[in-house]
Structure formats: C-alpha cells, structure tokens
C-alpha cells in the first residue's frame, strides 16, 4: 500500500515538473513571437501581380505572376513586361543577388530588367542588368532604396520567354 502511494505521488511530481516545463516553454515562445513581431521582416517572394501599364507586344503576361509553374508570359521584340511585387510590399538590396529570373534554358533571348518605385510616377525606369537565359541580378551599384515595380523588355530578335520572378529580399512597406 505505502508502495502504491510512493508510486503515485512520483506520477504526480513528473506531471507538475513536466506542466512547469510545458508552460515555461510557452512563456518562451509567446515572447519570441513579440520581438519578431517587432523586427524589420525579410523573406524572398515571387512578382505577384501584373501592373496595369508597361506590357507591349506580349502574350499570356498574368503567366509571369507568382511561382514558377512552367507556365510562360512571351514577349516580343521590343515588348516588355511589368511585374509588381504586391500590395504592401517593396524589394531591396543587399549585398548578395536580389532578383532571380525564371525562363527555359533552351530558349535563350537576350533582355534587360528595370526597377522602379511605385510612387515615383514620374521617374525613368533604372536599368539594372542584362541577362541572357535564367538568371541573378544585384539592384546595386544601380539602384539604392526600395522598389515596388520591375520591368523586363525583350532586347533581341526571338521571343522572350518569362516562367516567373523572384525578389528575394522583401519586406513590408
Ligand atoms: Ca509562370
């Protein structure tokens, strides 16, 4: 009997001890979730949405929105295609690649990209890079500050073939 009631109250000092810990891990969470909440966020994320200016002589551009999908937005000589990164959000520079162009590989046309805020109505496009194929591209030394809007225009004689975008520093305007 004194056995049985030794053992029972073992249960119950493991169930308090592990309880304690279980609500000490709580506590810890709920107060790594504040200071994040707190903290610039970055994360990478893929050109959402078509803008409603900048697209001449392309097909399927709504193609070029969101993930790769091996799904293509073409654009023909001298056309272009204009991406914005989505409500809220803008993409900036850092020291590594910041944009990240998603084409096939067997069908290489020559282009540039170009950025733009989206406030600065009134601002030229500012040419970043030119690219042949999937490719990275460095907003710096180019561009400094953050950017809502970019622009890939097809530089070349075939057509362009656009899967998708990526920013891969993002954060919220
Ligand atoms: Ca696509």
């Not at 803008?90 to 733009?116: K, L, Q």
Request: hydrophobic content about 35%.
């Amino acid at each position: 009997m004194e056995a049985i009631m030794f053992k029972n109250a073992s249960i119950a000092v493991t169930i308090c001890a592990v309880s304690l810990l279980v609500l000490a891990g709580c506590g810890q969470m709920r107060g790594t979730s504040h200071t994040n909440d707190t903290a610039p966020r970055q994360f990478p994320s893929y050109f959402k949405q078509l803008t409603t200016f900048g697209n001449y002589d392309v097909s399927n551009p709504r193609l070029a929105e969101g993930p790769k999908d091996d799904q293509f937005t073409i654009v023909d000589t001298h056309g272009s295609v204009t991406l914005d990164i989505g409500q809220g959000l803008s993409f900036y520079s850092t020291g590594g690649p910041d944009i990240t162009v998603y084409m096939p590989n067997d069908r290489p046309a020559n282009y540039t990209v170009h950025v733009r805020h989206a406030r600065h109505e009134e601002a030229n496009w500012t040419e970043i890079g030119r690219g042949r194929g999937p490719g990275d591209f460095d907003l710096d030394p180019y561009y400094s500050g953050a950017a809502d809007f970019l622009q890939i225009r097809n530089e070349g004689t075939e057509p362009l073939y656009i899967d998708a975008v990526r920013a891969l520093n993002v954060r919220h305007d």
